[in-house]
């Protein structure tokens, strides 16, 4: 399954972030950054499946919560940056 890292700036934003999805009815999960996609050290993301990107960057938009970066993590464990 495809799914799709909003990546956050710090720990607080991502659960804001999440809480935000989730009050909309869309399933969030908070993780981590890789280190693949981690540009400063240690980060958080928040992991939406690939139906529900769409209206989670509009449920993010609405309340101000624009994602720093938004990567695609493939079935094979790859990620690649989405540009919004």
């Not at 972030?17 to 999960?29: D, K, Q, V, Y």
């Not at 101000?64 to 993590?73: A, E």
Request: net charge positive.
């Amino acid at each position: 399954m495809v799914y799709y890292l909003i990546v956050c700036r710090s720990l607080t934003y991502a659960q804001r972030t999440a809480s935000a999805l989730e009050r909309m009815g869309i399933a969030a999960h908070i993780l981590r950054s890789p280190k693949e996609i981690a540009q400063e050290g240690c980060g958080y993301s928040v992991k939406v499946s690939e139906r529900n990107l769409t209206n989670a960057l509009m449920v993010l938009a609405r309340v101000q919560l624009s994602p720093k970066r938004v990567f695609i993590m493939s079935s094979d464990g790859s990620y690649k940056e989405v540009q919004l």
